[in-house]
C-alpha cells in the first residue's frame, strides 16, 4: 500500500448463499480524490461500498486500511425523519462515537454551516424535506473529519435545488482533504464530482466511461404503457437511456439488464412495438 492510499480492495468476492454478488474486485481509493461508482440495480454498488466502510466482510480476499485511526463515514440512500432536531440527533451520534462535549459543539456549528443548514428553521426533523436530511445524513458521516466518505445514492429523488446545495456541500468536504466514494446513477452528476469511474457488471469491475469501455451489446426497445411502469422501469434500471417518441418510450438497454427490464415491462401490462439488438454503443 502505498502512503497516499487510504483503503485497497485486493480480490474481493461476496457470495449472499449461493449467489455470488462481487468476483476477484481489486480497487483503491486514495487521499483526496472522487469516485464514482456506477451500475443497475441489484449490480453489487451497495454491497462494495458497505465492504469498503468496513461494515461487512467478504466472503474471500483483503480489506487493508492505511492505519487503524482512519476514518471512514457512511451513509446509506436515505434517512429516516426522527422527532429531534438535527442538533440533537448529531449530539446524540456525536456522543455514541466519543467525541467531547466541547468538540462536539464546535463541530456541530461548523457542520451546519458548511452544509448550509440553519437549525433554528424547523423545531424538529419531522418536517424537513428529503434534501434536508440528506445533508443531516451526511453531517453524522462528518462528525469526526473523515479520511473517506462513503455515500450511497446520496442525490435520489432531491430537487434540483437540493442537489446544488449537496454537491457543494460535498465539494467543500472534499476541499478539506476527504475523499469520496459514491454510488451515483445519474451521469451528468457524477460528472461534477468526478474524478475516477467504476462500473460493476456481472459482479466485475470495471473503470472508465460508457464511451470508453464499449459496452459489447445493448437493445433499442419501443413500448407502450402507463407513466407508473416508465416511472418503475427507469427506478429499477438507472443506466437505462429513454425518450419519449410519438407511439410511447424508446429504451436503450445494456445487455445484461434487458431480461430483466422487459420480464417487469410485460409482467406490467407493457406492449412492445420494436425491438432491435445493436453490437456496439454508437
Avoid at 453489487?44 to 469498503?52: E, P, W
Avoid at 425523519?81 to 459543539?105: C, P
Avoid at 445514492?153 to 472534499?174: M, V
Avoid at 460508457?210 to 459489447?216: G, P
Amino acid at each position: 500500500m502505498n502512503s497516499d492510499s487510504l483503503v485497497t480492495l485486493n480480490n474481493i468476492t461476496k457470495q449472499y448463499d449461493k449467489r455470488t454478488v462481487l468476483s476477484s474486485i481489486s480497487m483503491t481509493i486514495n487521499q483526496g480524490e472522487s469516485i464514482i461508482l456506477r451500475g443497475s440495480n441489484g449490480s453489487g454498488k451497495s454491497t462494495l461500498l458497505k465492504i469498503f466502510a468496513g461494515l461487512i466482510n467478504p466472503t474471500s480476499g483483503e480489506r487493508e486500511l492505511r492505519n487503524s485511526k482512519l476514518i471512514i463515514g457512511y451513509t446509506p440512500d436515505r434517512m429516516s425523519k426522527l422527532k429531534m432536531t438535527s442538533t440533537e440527533y448529531l449530539t446524540h451520534m456525536g456522543k455514541i462515537a466519543g467525541i467531547s462535549n466541547k468538540q462536539l459543539d464546535l463541530r456541530i456549528k461548523e457542520l451546519h454551516e458548511l452544509f448550509n443548514l440553519e437549525p433554528i428553521k424547523s423545531p424538529n426533523m419531522l418536517h424537513y424535506s428529503k434534501g434536508m436530511l440528506q445533508k443531516v445524513n451526511l453531517m453524522q458521516a462528518s462528525l469526526k473529519v473523515p479520511d473517506l466518505l462513503v455515500l450511497d445514492e446520496p442525490f435520489s429523488g432531491l430537487d434540483t435545488e437540493s442537489i446544488e446545495h449537496l454537491l457543494t456541500s460535498l465539494k467543500n468536504l472534499r476541499g478539506q482533504g476527504t475523499a469520496i466514494l459514491a454510488a451515483v446513477h445519474d451521469p451528468l452528476l457524477a460528472k461534477q464530482l468526478i474524478s475516477r469511474t467504476f462500473w460493476i457488471r456481472q459482479g466485475r469491475l470495471l473503470e472508465g466511461t460508457e464511451q470508453s469501455l464499449k459496452f459489447t451489446a445493448f437493445y433499442e426497445l419501443e413500448c407502450q404503457f402507463n407513466q407508473r411502469v416508465h416511472f418503475e422501469l427507469t427506478t429499477s434500471f438507472p443506466e437505462v437511456i429513454w425518450t419519449l417518441e410519438d407511439k410511447g418510450y424508446r429504451y436503450t438497454i445494456f445487455e445484461e439488464d434487458y431480461r430483466d427490464f422487459v420480464l417487469m415491462l410485460l409482467n406490467n401490462g407493457g406492449v412492445i412495438i420494436y425491438l432491435r439488438r445493436r453490437d456496439a454503443l454508437s
